[in-house]
């Protein structure tokens, strides 16, 4: 079998990520808006109701809002996601061939994670700023993606673009090395003996789901202060996701931090496990139509 190269990490993590926006945008609308509304006037009263309210007041499209953003960061973001995992496990290697352990494929996941975070702040910044927008009943201030960037530069600068970077590593290092630990764990424990580098859609979409729903187990609290983070009105955190943290505790107690667990749960299976068979596909392909890429 041709050896896997970063190129191909790059192409295959890209097509990854854009079967995982296509399959899991909707569920990710429901937890950002559960996750900022309103304590005291909220909106839904769960998972169930906020996709209800948003269909009859914004049709099937509204479950999509802002899904421009997330396909033009995501797409990007998993191809340097998947690069940056394969060059965190050549890292470890002595030969191409040799199994990593478990820990170093969470090494690995995380380095990941640190790579991702370039691209993925300021998504999810516009991101969570174009969900947020769309379900309050007050005046939409932003056109769409390229309108947030151009507004929050205006503002304050690249700064506020990248508002959320460190909440962003403190959510994506180990939820990353989560990730990728499991998945490759839960795939190699599936297959049997000496096939575990055959391609089986059934076990990747078992391992990439898997991985997907262990990877937000770690990612949700994190996630929760990122989001209040990145969607507050300037100057209400000042010192950043510590602020946010304290707020949370003091207002609302830690029960607080795991909202819009549900949808989460809900979207990570089957947007993870698109991901990574789009990934395995594609490097399939690659591997028969490039095999010297
Ligand atoms: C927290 C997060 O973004 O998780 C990604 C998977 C998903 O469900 O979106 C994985 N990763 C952290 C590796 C980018």
Same mark, same amino acid.
């Given at each position: 079998?041709?050896?896997?190269?970063?190129?191909?990490?790059?192409? *295959?993590?890209?097509?990854?990520?854009?079967? =995982?926006?296509?399959?899991?945008?909707?569920?990710?609308?429901?937890?950002?808006?559960?996750? $900022?509304?309103?304590?005291?006037?909220?909106?839904?009263?769960?998972?169930?109701?906020? *996709?209800?309210?948003?269909?009859?007041?914004?049709?099937?499209?509204?479950?999509?809002?802002?899904?421009?953003?997330?396909?033009?960061?995501?797409?990007?973001?998993?191809?340097?996601?998947?690069?940056?995992?394969?060059?965190?496990?050549?890292?470890? #290697? %002595?030969?191409?061939?040799? %199994?990593?352990?478990?820990?170093?494929?969470?090494?690995?996941?995380?380095?990941?994670?640190?790579?991702?975070?370039?691209?993925?702040?300021?998504?999810?910044?516009?991101?969570?700023?174009?969900?947020?927008? #769309? /379900?309050?009943?007050?005046?939409?201030?932003? %056109?769409?993606?390229?309108?947030?960037?151009?507004?929050?530069?205006?503002?304050?600068?690249?700064?506020?673009?990248?508002?959320? $970077?460190? /909440?962003?590593?403190?959510?994506?290092?180990?939820?990353?090395?989560?990730?990728?630990?499991?998945?490759?764990?839960?795939?190699?424990?599936?297959?049997?003996?000496? #096939?575990?580098?055959?391609?089986?859609?059934?076990?990747?979409?078992?391992?990439?789901?898997?991985?997907?729903?262990?990877?937000?187990?770690?990612?949700? /609290?994190?996630?929760?202060?990122?989001?209040?983070?990145?969607?507050?009105?300037?100057?209400?955190?000042?010192?950043?996701?510590?602020?946010?943290?304290?707020?949370?505790?003091?207002?609302?107690?830690?029960? +607080? =931090?795991?909202?819009?667990?549900?949808?989460?749960?809900?979207?990570?299976?089957?947007?993870?496990? +698109?991901?990574?068979?789009?990934?395995?596909?594609?490097?399939?392909?690659?591997?028969?139509? +490039?095999?010297?890429?």
């Amino acid at each position: 079998m041709p050896a896997v190269s970063p190129a191909k990490d790059f192409l *295959a993590g890209g097509f990854g990520g854009m079967c =995982l926006v296509a399959s899991g945008h909707p569920l990710d609308t429901i937890k950002v808006r559960l996750q $900022t509304q309103s304590k005291t006037q909220p909106l839904y009263n769960g998972t169930w109701d906020c *996709a209800v309210k948003t269909v009859r007041a914004e049709g099937f499209t509204g479950l999509y809002k802002g899904m421009a953003a997330p396909l033009m960061g995501v797409t990007p973001m998993f191809a340097v996601c998947f690069l940056g995992f394969g060059i965190g496990k050549r890292l470890q #290697q %002595k030969s191409p061939d040799e %199994k990593l352990t478990a820990v170093q494929l969470f090494n690995a996941g995380m380095l990941s994670g640190v790579f991702t975070t370039a691209i993925m702040a300021p998504g999810e910044r516009i991101k969570c700023l174009l969900q947020v927008q #769309q /379900a309050s009943s007050g005046p939409q201030v932003y %056109k769409g993606p390229i309108d947030v960037v151009k507004q929050l530069y205006r503002a304050g600068g690249i700064a506020s673009i990248y508002k959320g $970077t460190c /909440a962003t590593l403190l959510r994506d290092v180990p939820a990353s090395g989560m990730y990728f630990m499991s998945y490759e764990w839960i795939k190699a424990s599936m297959a049997p003996p000496g #096939q575990e580098a055959q391609l089986s859609p059934l076990r990747t979409v078992v391992a990439g789901g898997l991985a997907g729903m262990l990877n937000w187990c770690v990612a949700i /609290a994190p996630d929760v202060l990122k989001s209040r983070l990145q969607t507050a009105p300037e100057g209400t955190y000042p010192n950043g996701i510590r602020s946010v943290f304290m707020d949370i505790m003091k207002k609302e107690g830690p029960s +607080a =931090l795991f909202r819009g667990l549900t949808p989460v749960m809900i979207r990570a299976f089957p947007a993870n496990a +698109a991901c990574f068979l789009g990934y395995e596909v594609a490097i399939k392909f690659l591997n028969k139509v +490039a095999p010297n890429l």
